[in-house]
Nanobody, 126 residues
């Protein structure tokens, strides 16, 4: 089985930065698109960013473009989300997930991802 564990969340003031990590373990493979989603209280889980197997292609939600950067280190079985210029609107639980199918085509809906981490809380204060 595959386990995904997020870390790096916390409390930060607006304008600050955080770097989230997602470590994969178990029956792992580097040949999957990996994504980050977030969910605020009372809100639907929304797409944040994703990266293909090689790291050569990424897709980022309009709401975080220019501020968030996704990357991966397959040797470490780890995916990262660098979050800069954080805003209070970014407050949410952030989840790492593995896309169910496809190695290069990036999907942006939660239904298209099969394995999920437990989430890490990001709180941005003003």
């Amino acid at each position: 089985q595959v386990q995904l564990v997020e870390s790096g969340g916390g409390l930060v003031q607006a304008g600050g930065s955080l770097r989230l990590s997602c470590a994969a373990s178990g029956r792992t493979s580097s040949s999957y698109v990996m994504g980050w989603f977030r969910q605020a209280p009372g809100q639907e889980r929304e797409f944040v960013a994703a990266i293909n197997w090689s790291g050569g292609s990424t897709r980022t939600a309009d709401s975080v473009q220019g501020r968030f950067t996704i990357s991966r280190d397959n040797a470490k079985n780890t995916v990262y989300l660098q979050m800069n210029s954080l805003k209070p609107e970014d407050t949410a639980v952030y989840y790492c997930a593995r896309q169910a199918v496809g190695r290069n085509i990036i999907r942006t809906t939660a239904q298209e991802y099969d394995y999920w981490g437990q989430g890490t809380q990001v709180t941005v204060s003003s």
